[in-house]
């Protein structure tokens, strides 16, 4: 996980609002995903970036949700309006450059809507 | 589309016993396979991955795994489990050793007795 520093580590917010939960790669990659762990679903594959651009947000479940990653350092995800359902545990991952490197994982995000 | 089986949700074992955990996976191809670990609060590392070549890989902390294609199956093992080693303990299968479009088995949680 040191390869990944994700913000906040924990976010409650009511209902509607618009939340953004960041995520900082801090060491040289070529790929960059956003997960979402739930008890009832697994971690779930939501977007993923090759070289900053967005290759499959097939994952991505509405609307509601989008990301962006303006440079190699810096990705967000926001969802607006939230809904209590999207509550979750959302894991940035990057991969090393190289073929056969491994993911590295971020601490997560514990989002709790209300 | 792949998929990962899981069929234990939560294993006990006492501290110096053998493990084995469980992955059944689905896929058409020769597939690329991917034993992660979780502990509480944190996201996933990477304990071993399957390519090719010798079906009995080595990971970190002393596991191991071994691809049985007929079985279409890759278990986790370690010889005698440790106290840190309670966790959730993940599978994961990719379409190719260049893909990282991880499909993630439910999980494993594993607690150890003293």
């Known amino acids: 996980d040191a390869g990944v520093i994700q913000s906040p580590r924990h976010e409650v917010t009511e209902m509607g609002q618009e939340v953004t939960l960041r995520c900082k790669p801090i060491?040289?990659?070529?790929?960059l995903f956003w997960y979402r762990q739930t008890m009832m679903r697994g971690l779930e594959l939501l977007i993923y970036f090759n070289n900053n651009v967005p290759i499959d947000d097939s994952g991505m479940p509405e609307d509601r949700f989008s990301a962006k990653m303006p440079n190699a350092s810096f990705s967000t995800l926001k969802i607006q309006p939230s809904e209590p359902r999207d509550s979750a545990v959302y894991f940035c991952?990057?991969?090393?450059?190289?073929?056969?490197?491994?993911?590295?994982f971020g601490n997560g995000t514990r989002l709790t809507v209300t | 589309a792949q998929s990962v089986t899981q069929p234990d949700i939560h294993i006990t074992v006492s501290e110096g016993a053998s493990l084995e955990l469980r992955c059944n996976y689905s896929?058409?191809?020769?597939?690329?396979l991917f034993w992660y670990v979780q502990s509480p609060g944190q996201g996933l590392q990477l304990l071993l991955k399957y390519f090719s070549g010798d079906t009995l890989v080595q990971g970190i902390k002393g596991f191991e795994a071994e691809f049985k294609r007929s079985q279409s199956s890759f278990n986790l093992r370690k010889p005698s489990v440790h106290w840190s080693d309670a966790a959730e303990y993940f599978c994961?299968?990719?379409?190719?050793?260049?893909?990282?479009?991880?499909?993630f088995g439910k999980g494993t949680k594993l607690s150890v007795i003293p």
């Open positions: 991952a990057i991969k090393d450059r190289g073929y056969g490197s491994p993911l590295h």
């Open positions: 896929y058409g191809a020769t597939p690329y």
């Open positions: 994961a299968v990719a379409p190719g050793a260049g893909s990282y479009q991880l499909t």
């Open positions: 060491s040289g990659h070529d790929y």
